[in-house]
């Protein structure tokens, strides 16, 4: 890989600086605490998309017709580095810009295309994924969401479950079996699911961090039209899988911008308890440090192999697991530096930075569960990295 960037990326950057310096919203740009009160959050950062967008930001490298900028892969990856480095807010509507959009992309008809992607990319519809079910989460072929044809619709009934987003959702992009003959991963099809539909009921759930991201979604006799069947069907497993991948690469690529700014502070942390004299605190910061720009420099390399038109791989799993392992220790550290002060959160007098890395650490378990959970990573990395036979 050639790590010094072409006249044109040096010039995006630049840019990009200039735009972020500029806009740059107040309270952002240091180390901030992300307030608990989702609705005000989402509403700013809505807001704050709709800007991003304006000035040609969202959507990088989707086709310029449908509303994207027609960049090139390495200047979303600049952009995530950047907005890393100024501490910004990242852009909202995550699943629809990194999984569900780049699929329609990929798979979805035209009228799907014109229809759906450019009120992604200004976030007049917020898009949800739901694949997981309480009995489906790490085996998702064995979902048992059910959509049966019925003329030109087709009936959806079942449960989801962790949908993320699904309160605020304009559409859900979903995974249902069309066909319980057929064997588990062949029997699968993906729909785009008006939320509004009657027969739809969706109950919050709560996080250990206090927000409510998450929901249950129950799907009653819910009537869809044909015409919102994504890819062929019967062959949801391969367009499923095909957003798991988008999921996987788009979390890593933030993941890895985070870790390095989440380590300066910790550094900084660690200097302002007075901790870093202590040679075992040293020790273990090091070991952060030296891993990150280890697992940093495997990411690039996956990179380099997606900038050479080759798909992303089973090494994914490497990067994915090393930057949300890291990411972890990085936390816990933070909360041992803090001794008895670790125990206060957001909104105590007396917390650190106002809980911002008690709020960290709670949030950051999910790293290692969320698009495919540690234990699934290693089996991938054993399997279809080392070779090694099936556990
Ligand atoms: C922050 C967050 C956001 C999410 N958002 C969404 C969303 O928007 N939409 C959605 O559909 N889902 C979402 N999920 C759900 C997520 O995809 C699942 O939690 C994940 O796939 C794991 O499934 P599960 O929770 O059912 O755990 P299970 O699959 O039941 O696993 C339980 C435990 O068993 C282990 N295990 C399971 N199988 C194996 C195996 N073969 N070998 C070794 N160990 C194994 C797992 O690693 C885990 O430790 C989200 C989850 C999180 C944490």
Redesign the pocket.
Known sequence: MDFELTESEKRFRDTLRQWLRENLPPGWGTTVFEPVDLHEKVAFLKEWTRKLHAAGYVGLSWPKEYGGAGATLMEQVIFNEEIARFKAPTPYNA?ALGMVGPTLIEVGTEAQKKRYLPKMLTCEEIW?????????????ASLQTRAVPDGDEFVITGQ???????HDAAFCFL?ARTDPQAPKHKGLSCFIVDMKSPGITIRPLR?MTGEA??NEIFFDHVRVPRENLVGELNNGWMVGIGLLMHERATTSILYQANLQVLLQDLMALAKRQGRHRDPLIRQRLAHLYTAAEAIKLFGYRCLTKRLRGQPPGPEGSVHRLGLTRLTQQAYELAMELQGPYAQLMHGSPYALQDGMWQFGFL?S????????????Q??IIAERVLGLPK?
């Open positions: 699943i949800c994924q739901g694949y997981s079910e309480p009995g489906a989460g790490s085996d998702l989801k479950v962790w949908t993320s987003y699904a995974l996080q991201e998450f949030r378990r999910a790293a290692t569960i969320a698009a495919g959970t540690a234990e699934i290693k089996n556990g």
